[in-house]
């Protein structure tokens, strides 16, 4: 690709605002994330009793269970959520980047 165009692209406000928009957003779902991770962990490290919590007195099934589960379905809606957004908005501000270059040759 051209140099030129490159940096065309580049001095464009359309592609600071899609770099911008989807860090942004990338960095706000990884944290999100991150923190249920590591919110899970560190309980298991420093309060496993409860993790070892029957749901029931007659149940074999510990508070565990249904909690990584939730973390399981929550990792999975937050990758639908970044996708749906970036074939959405992102797409969007992408397609308006290449119609601005293609004026530019």
């Given amino acids: 690709m051209d140099k030129e165009l490159v940096k065309r692209i580049k001095a464009n406000p359309k592609y600071a605002e899609l770099v911008s928009k989807r860090s942004s957003f990338a960095i706000k779902l990884a944290v999100f994330m991150l923190v249920i991770y590591y919110g899970f962990v560190l309980t298991i490290a420093f309060n496993r009793e409860f993790f070892a919590t ?9 508070v565990a269970w249904p909690i990584a589960v939730t973390i399981i379905l929550i990792a999975f809606i937050t990758t639908i959520i970044y996708v749906v957004k970036a074939n959405g908005e992102f797409e969007d501000l992408e397609i308006a980047i ?4 293609k004026d530019l040759l």
């Fill in 54 to 62: 029957k749901l029931s007195a007659e149940s074999v099934m510990t």
């Fill in 98 to 101: 290449k119609n601005d270059a």
